[in-house]
């Protein structure tokens, strides 16, 4: 099957770890996004990767970090920095960037800072 | 249960009733535009889109219309079922490849 898989589900966490979510996506997309969801609120994008080795600042990166070292993996990293950790987080991914596509969108990650 | 979607307006429509969801969206040069489908603890599935240069786009048992004068998306679901349950919300894309996503709407089918 053909999609985009993240893990795991649920990760819970004490203060001041850093914590490493994934996100693998095998339907041969250039581009890949990490979103924040919370309650009430709109997706809010953190980092995005257009190109392999390539990516940049979402709206709200601060304490957080991503790789992009294979086209199918775009891991994410959630520091200690991060004041309110606690979220659902969203990976996508789409065909490209030189026009509009929809973006695929994994099951999402439920991290619990305590 | 998934936190997501507390204090989201809310539509109850009737089981077979049709549903209509808005969306006001927030860029004129806006021209791609999605509406997702999102279950409680699950990642937004894909609905329907429409680009900027038509009005009215059909799917299976959904609409959406788009009135770019007022800036405004709806989306219409013909015989709702309980399987349409969800957060439905919309998302607009200025051509720079970031969406912007709205806050949501709650779909709930009464039996």
């Known amino acids: 099957d053909g999609g985009i898989t993240q893990s795991p589900k649920y990760l819970f966490r004490k203060e001041g770890q850093n914590v490493t979510l994934s996100c693998e996506q095998n339907?041969?997309?250039?581009?890949m996004y990490w979103y924040r969801q919370d309650p009430g609120q709109g997706l809010r994008l953190i980092y995005y990767?257009?190109?392999?080795?390539?990516?940049q600042k979402g709206d709200i990166a601060e304490g957080y970090s991503v790789s992009r070292e294979k086209k199918e993996s775009f891991p994410l990293t959630v520091t200690s920095a991060q004041k309110n950790p606690t979220a659902f987080y969203l990976c996508?991914?789409?065909?490209?960037?030189?026009?509009?596509?929809?973006?695929?969108f994994g099951p999402g990650t439920r991290l619990t800072v305590t | 249960g998934e936190s997501v979607g507390l204090h989201l307006p809310t539509l109850s429509v009737q089981e077979g009733d049709n549903s209509i969801i808005n969306c006001a969206y927030s860029?004129?040069?806006?021209?791609?535009f999605i509406w997702y489908k999102q279950e409680s603890g699950k990642g937004p599935q894909f609905i329907i889109d429409?680009?900027?240069?038509?009005d009215k786009r059909q799917g299976q048992r959904v609409t959406v219309l788009l009135n770019k004068t007022v800036k405004h998306l709806s989306l219409q679901i013909a015989a709702t079922q309980p399987g349409d349950s969800a957060v439905y919300f919309c998302?607009?894309?200025?051509?720079?490849?970031?969406?912007?996503f709205g806050t949501g709407t709650r779909l709930k089918v009464l039996a």
């Open positions: 996508a991914s789409s065909p490209g960037t030189d026009g509009t596509y929809e973006q695929y």
């Open positions: 339907l041969n997309h250039d581009a």
């Open positions: 990767s257009q190109i392999v080795n390539d990516f």
């Open positions: 860029n004129s040069a806006s021209d791609y």
């Open positions: 429409i680009r900027s240069n038509m």
């Open positions: 998302a607009e894309d200025s051509g720079t490849y970031k969406y912007i």
